[in-house]
């Protein structure tokens, strides 16, 4: 039997007589009956937060930052059922599950541990005065997050922003209600944050616009921080540039992973699979291109090929071994689908996988990928990946960089020096070198270049975004007016 979930406003359970369907993408099954708000709805939630900004804001860092902690304290007890979520309303495999499971509670530790950072410097005055710069909260901050990683992506928008003394108006994806946005509501309600503090408004996608338009217009919003697709980023940029507004939008990714020709081919292959085909592919941070030097191309071709085939694909609420699961929704299913009939089309080579069943892809793997197919130059968010040969270092970053993206990259090679040397001349706005394009941390600065998005999640650099700088000064050494004066 289908749960019911209610939104959250006001530290109080709100239903609503409009519901939606939460669905496993698994099996198509009604998940949970979720209340759908509206823009009054989320009127309401943001007036909300705005009247608690000042008493949260006020509060010690430290009390601030114990809230952080026991928060993580109460996720971390709910592990198994967040993972069982995470399978069921997400199509997560179990070990995605308990990855994620396990990195958000130490988001939360991390945010506790900005609250003790510095806030602000002394700086050097002509008139001996006191000169202080400081930062402090904006007020409501507005938290708009995908379904890809709905637990992790949810709790990196807001926790900093809260730990810093905002407020929150958080909207979950309509596929992922629950573990993007509800699981932190019952965890505000469990440890006492003080009402209004934190607030979670779900909406089915038929309200989504709208809802989505008051969270970003509403005056009494002060920023915005949104994950999710270019597309939706831009617009959610240009109105908030529009309104004056702080944002930072993390948004989607073609990344590469260039393989050089003195790489260890364990390690390249081992990057390759996971970055390629973990979680379906359906990471901003996922290996959308596979750059392999000449050299050393059929061997490593070989080699991933029997890799990807390995890949049990089925239901991973029926099974842990189940590593590849369902695409979130059939329109997913629908631009994967494009992009193949789209490459082959053009002449490229299926060399593994590229059966579709309903919601479930195989693992695929292409060659013969040209510039003008879609799968070159879109996203593809799906569990298919072109490998592309190359003859010389300047070679592979003329294709990595041939995108209108710039999240993430990687580089495989036993010489750091020239691995550097790579990862300085890629237009991304993360590297890694001998490792996945698929990293992340709680306190790093996370986020893109280009079409990728604008600002960084992430530790002091989400406090940077959702804090003001202000300048205070205490004059001391009676600075003179002019004499007319």
Known sequence: MARKLDYYSGGEWVSSPNRFGDTNPANGDIWADVADADVSATQQAIQTAQEAFAGWASLPHTKRAHFMIAMAEEFANRQSDVVDALKAEAGGWFGKGMFESGYVPEVFYAAAATTYAPIGEVMPSE???LSIASRRPI????VISPWNFPALLSSRGFAFPLAAGNTIVLKPSEETPYTGGLIFAEIAEAVGLPPGVLNVVTCSRNNVMDVGNELVENPLVKGISFTGST???RQIAAKAGAHLKKACVELGGKDALIICDDADMERALGAANF??????GQICMSVEKVLVHQSIYAEFLQAFIKRAGALKMGDPSESDGNVIGPLINDKQVDNVQSQLQDAIAKGAKVEVGGQIQGRFVQPTILTGVTADMSVYQNETFGPVVPVIPFNTDDQAIAIANDTEYGLSSGVITRDEQRGLAIAHALDTGMCHINCSSVNDE???PFGGSKASGVGRHGG????????ETRWITIDRGGRPYPPMF
């Open 139 to 142: 007020g409501v901050v507005s």
């Open 127 to 129: 008139h001996h005065k």
């Open 442 to 444: 709680p306190h790093i």
């Open 231 to 233: 597309a939706v980023g």
């Open 460 to 467: 002091r650099w989400s406090t940077e975004t959702f804090t």
């Open 275 to 280: 970055g390629s085909f973990m979680h379906q």
